[in-house]
């Protein structure tokens, strides 16, 4: 690993990187409307299962799928596996978003794929760790969903970044057993969050698109 990698790594998933991010709520903003997400410790139990056995766990394979070997196939599992149509709009507009800013600046051929598919091109065609890179990616992923709760709940800031302290672990071992890319490994039984996925499109109020 080099300096020059981990420097890519954390420019690609700052907050300042434009893949607009903010703007998408996965769901999150239905369940705390709903009273289901409430506190630090609710929004814990309700990101934990995402990470673990949902959209996470699948993003985190798609990445490394498309690291290995077929980003197109990918890119196709990726959008089929999008529960509702917020959760397609919110993996291709971000995926559209990354594609365009990071073939702005280094000299790659890297099509509008889904958000995690793109991240798994670049990263294999920039020659960057395949596992911090997805490190990187399942963190950011679990930061965006908690600045959700900072804005919403509202958190206190501190609580939640020692929230996204807490889940830090969680996203390297997820970043290791998905290293293979296995996509025969897909699957979906975070059924809550998706179903409020669902729900938000149908929210009398939204602050987030998703």
Known sequence: MTTDATLILAQWFS?????????????????????????????????TPVLTHGSGRNDALFLAAAFHGDPAQADDLCRAFASSAQRVMETTQQGAAFAATT???????????????????????????????????????????????????????????????????????????????DLNALSGTAFMADIHAMQHETLYSRTFRT
């Open 15 to 47: 907050p300042a990187y434009p893949v607009g991010a903010f703007a998408y709520s996965h769901g999150l903003e239905t369940a705390i409307e709903g009273g289901l997400v409430h506190d630090a410790e609710s929004l814990r139990a309700w990101i």
């Open 103 to 181: 073939r702005a600046i280094w000299p790659i051929d890297l099509p509008d794929y889904a958000y995690p598919v793109a991240v798994g091109r670049a990263a294999h065609l920039l020659d960057l760790p395949l596992e911090l890179t997805t490190q990187y990616y399942l963190q950011a992923f679990a930061s965006t969903l908690v600045s959700v709760g900072i804005r919403l709940i509202p958190l206190g800031q501190t609580q939640g970044h020692a929230l996204i302290h807490a889940l830090s672990p969680l996203c390297k071992t997820i970043a290791t057993d998905t290293a293979q890319g």
